[in-house]
C-alpha cells in the first residue's frame, strides 16, 4: 500500500494554493483541505480539483488541527504542507520515487526555505533557514499527540530519510501580518508555558525579549538579512515579551476568579 494523503490547512489561502496543487495532484492519491474559516476563494480552488476534500474545522490550536486533520485521512502515510510552502519539481519527483519503491522510513524531512517580507531569510524566531521538519510520515508509527500546540511537529517515529529538493516558504508578506502573528502566535506559546508548569516571572519578561533578540538577529545572522532582519530582531523580542507576560496575566486571572 504506496498510496499517501494530502492535507493543507486554510485560512484566506487562495494566493498559493492552486500553484501547491498543481504540483502535487498527480502524485498524491487524496487531498484534503482543513480550513479553518476562509472568506476569500479558497473553497472554490479546492473544488476544482478531482481526489479532494474540503472539511471546515474550528481552529483551536496547530496541534487540535493536525490532529484533526490526520485523523480525517483515507491514507497511513500522510504530506502535509502549510498553505505557503511551494515544493520544487525535484522534490515533487523525489516524493513520486519514494513512493514507487515503497517507504522504507517512518518519517521524512524537507529541507524549507523562508522567505519573509518579500525576502529570503537566514533565521526567524524559532527556526533557522533552512529547516528540515518532517513533512511525511506514517501515521501508524507516530502522530502529533506529543506535539506543542503551536510548534507542531509528529514524533515516535523510529527512522527518518531526508527528501531531495526543497520547499519555498513564504510566509509574513506585509509587516501587518507580521505584527498580527506576534499577538496571534504568543498566544498560543504563552497556553504552552501554562500547559507545561513553566515560570512567567518579571524578569523572564524584562530579559528574555532581550536574550531573544541577540539569538536571532545576531547570533542566527539576522543582521545579514538588512531592514528585514531588523524586522525580524525585533519580532523575537516583541514575540518573547508577549509570550511571557501573557503567560503572566493568564495566571493571575486563573487565581482571581478561581
Known sequence: MNEISLYILTYNSEQYL??????????????LIVDSGSSDSTQQIVERY????????KFENFKQQ??????????????????DELPC???VESIRNIKKSGFEHHAYRIARYWNVLQKDVRAIYPICSPDHPIKLYNRKFCSFKNSALNHASPSGYLSQSIVKGKLSHFTF????????????????????????????????????????????????GGYKDGITGIHLGK????????????????????HTHK
Open 50 to 57: 478531482k481526489n479532494t476534500r474540503f472539511i471546515f474545522n
Open 18 to 31: 492552486s500553484k501547491i496543487l498543481d504540483k502535487l495532484k498527480n502524485v498524491v492519491d487524496e487531498i
Open 89 to 91: 519539481d525535484q522534490l
Open 173 to 220: 508578506e506585509t509587516k501587518k501580518i507580521l505584527k498580527n502573528k506576534v499577538e496571534h502566535y504568543s498566544d498560543m506559546d504563552a497556553k504552552e508555558l501554562i500547559r507545561k508548569g513553566k515560570k512567567s516571572n518579571n524578569l523572564k519578561i524584562i530579559f528574555n525579549p532581550v536574550g531573544a533578540f541577540v539569538k536571532w538577529y545576531l547570533i542566527k
Open 66 to 83: 493536525r490532529m484533526f486533520a490526520e485523523k480525517n485521512c483515507k491514507f497511513d502515510m500522510i504530506l502535509f504542507l502549510d498553505s
Open 235 to 254: 519580532y523575537a523580542y516583541d514575540y518573547t515579551k508577549k509570550k511571557y507576560l501573557k503567560a503572566k496575566n493568564y495566571r493571575k486571572n486563573f
